[in-house]
Every structure is written in C-alpha cells, then in structure tokens.
C-alpha cells in the first residue's frame, strides 16, 4: 500500500502495515534505508536535527512507535517481541527488505530486540543511550512504573507539567520518590546536576508543545506505562554452573518490584537493589553479528567520563549494564557525547558526525 501524504507536509506520511497504521517523518532518496526510532516520552520529531543531515545520502524513514505520536494505540498488552515486530512490519509495508537501524531510549530497546531477532534485516545498529538486556539501578523510574496505580495516576494529574518540566525546564508542582521518580531526592548528586540544566537551550517553546500535545492522550499514557510495566520484565540473574549456559533467574512480578519500590526507607534501601535487574533473559546469549555502535552520555555510563570525554571504542564494563554491550555486539564501536541523556536534542552536531561516520564505515 503506497502511504499517504497528510498536511501538505511531503516527509509526514501514514502507511498501514499487518498490525499497525503508522505514522512516520520520511526525506530522502538514496538506495540505502536508515530507520531511526525515538525514545520516552517523545516522538519521531526528536529526530528534526538528524533527518537533513542523513537524508543527504539515506533514504531515512523515523516512526512514531505504538502508541506515541500518530501511529496506532490499540490498548492491548505489550511486550518487547511485539515492539521488535512492529519494526519489521513497518519495513514489510514500505518493502525495506534491509535497513540501517538506530535507536535512542526505548528506540534503542526496541533495535536492538528487532536486530537480535531478525539480524538478516539490518546492515548496522547503531544505540544511542540505551540499553540491552539489562536495567540501570540508577534508572529509577523502571521500578515506579511498575507500581499500579501511581503510574496512572501521575500522569492524569501531571502529564503536562511532567512535559513542560523535563523539556521546558518549568517548574514542576509533584515531588520525588515515593510519588514519583521524577523529581530527584533532596540532596542527591541528581538534584545538583538538574539545577544547572537549561532545557530552553536544545528545546523551543515549539518543541514543547509539540512534545506536550503529542502526550497529552490517556491512550499514549497507557502505552508508556505499559512499555516499561510488562515490556520490562525484571530478574535477578546469578550464576548457576548447573543451568542452562551457566545462570539462573528469578522473576520478580510487578507486585514484588511495586514493593521494593513502597520501602519504608525508600527503593534504595530494599535488598534487591543491589542487583542489576535482567529484562530480556531469553536473549542474554545472543548477539547481533553486524557492526554496532553505542553512543552514550555521562546518564547512562557515568564511570567513563570520570576523567572527561573518553576514548574513541572505550569498552564499557564494570557493571552488568555495561558488560551487556560487549557481550551482544561482537562488531562494536562506541562514542561518548557530553550531554544529558537526549543526545540527539542536546549534542545533535555530535550526533550527526558520529552516525554519518559509523553508517558510512568510517568507524
């Protein structure tokens, strides 16, 4: 089905695929296909730096994913296999038969599913502060989502404040844990790193809007909930000599991670938050054999800017997050970028020149 051009805006278009009608920015003509997905909680429209620069030599397609933007919400229960399928049926109905792909936050989560599944369908992957397999302690809002009802009902109350907060820097009238994760605890090194954050300097007040309309749908809070409640299913991984490829795995329901979260004393002083949490053990023995790139800011791999920028392909390691990277991308570079964790909007000339250099295989 050939897609169908809205609002007089020749790269916004709609195409059905077997699930899903979905929205999506396209621009550019060249014979290879990028593919990009955006992360929460925002919308192909985090790609507006990129898509110019790479469309000059790409073919570049950005979709909404389920249930964000103007892409489908069908209120059904989600999980990462169901993401990962919506991108090769999304490829399906625009006949990509082979694409780069890049992914930043839940873009990333989704790419890398979709190119572990499907690695025939992808010539790069390219993640940009994102994870694998394996959940960040310090990424505290994976366990407050899991808490039903104080997910749904923070974002009927403040879905447009928690908007213009995080992107317009506006001042927010909810609080930090237990309410939410959202605003930092008083004292912490969160609280001191956001005092010197200036979103208004990567976001315009139309950007904010658009982020802010685009958020405003209860049926888009459902799906992000619902990405981060069931998509992310957490386990404690130990090694086990007598399992299965040498590690064992305990669920934890979202009940049991709602009460870690509840903790008289906070999440941080639970016993299970300790562990690195594992969201994907089905897939903690694959790898994507293609060549790889991970793209990461101070939010997500913080030791390796202790002496500033690192080096060009630093190794990630020292955590089990870290060491997923290695582990599932064989064929890996890295970058770091000197921002907060919106790469794409905060550093978007870093952004550019690192994904122009990796997608032409200059690194």
């Known amino acids: ?20 009608r979905f929205h999506y920015l396209q621009e550019g003509g060249g014979s290879e296909a990028v593919i990009l997905l955006h992360g929460f909680p925002q919308t192909s429209h985090m790609w507006r730096h990129q898509i110019p620069v790479l469309s000059s030599q790409y073919a570049v397609y950005a979709p909404d994913t ?26 399906d109905a625009l006949d990509i038969e082979r694409a780069h792909l890049v992914g930043h936050d839940w873009g990333g989560i989704i790419a890398f599913k979709a190119a572990i599944d499907h690695p025939e369908r ?11 397999s394996v959940w960040i302690t310090w990424g505290i809002h994976g366990y407050w989502f899991k808490c039903e009802p104080r997910a749904e009902e923070f974002f009927e109350r403040y879905h447009e ?61 459902f799906h992000a909930i619902e990405y981060y409640r069931h998509c992310l299913p957490f386990h404690i991984e130990t090694p086990d000599p007598s399992a299965r490829r040498g590690r064992r795995f305990e669920f934890r ?3 049991q991670v709602a009460r870690m979260w509840e903790h008289p004393d906070l999440l941080f002083s639970h016993p299970d938050f300790e562990h690195f949490m594992v969201f994907a053990p089905e897939d903690r023995h ?14 997500l791999m913080p030791q390796a800017f202790v002496d500033g920028l690192p080096p060009d392909d630093y190794i990630p390691n020292g955590n089990p997050y870290a060491d997923s990277f290695p582990l599932h991308l064989p064929d890996l570079r890295t970058r770091g970028a000197q921002c907060g964790h919106f790469i794409p909007e905060e550093a978007p000339e870093r952004t550019n020149e690192v994904l122009s250099d990796f997608l032409a295989g200059r690194i």
């Not at 169908?4 to 699930?19: E, L, T």
């Not at 103007?70 to 049926?89: G, H, K, N, W, Y």
């Not at 992808?122 to 694998?132: E, K, V």
Request: proline share 10%.
């Open 1 to 20: 089905m050939s897609p169908r051009k809205v609002r007089d805006m020749p790269s916004s278009n709609f195409i059905d695929s077997a699930d899903l």
């Open 66 to 91: 389920r249930g964000y933007g103007q892409t489908d919400r069908p209120r059904i229960r989600l999980s990462r296999d169901l993401l990962a399928r919506d991108v090769i049926d999304f490829m």
């Open 122 to 132: 992808f010539s790069r992957l390219a993640l940009i502060d994102t994870l694998t």
């Open 161 to 221: 404040q928690f908007i213009r907060s995080v992107f317009g820097g506006e001042q927010a009238g909810y609080g930090g844990p237990p309410d939410s994760p959202w605003a930092p605890v008083e004292g912490s090194e969160g609280s001191a790193a956001l005092s010197d954050f200036d979103p208004t300097r990567f976001w315009t007040p139309a950007d904010v809007d658009h982020y802010a309309d685009a958020f405003s749908d209860p049926d888009c809070w």
């Open 253 to 255: 329901s979202s009940q």
């Open 286 to 299: 694959k790898q994507y054999p293609g060549p790889a790139l991970y793209l990461f800011s101070p939010f």
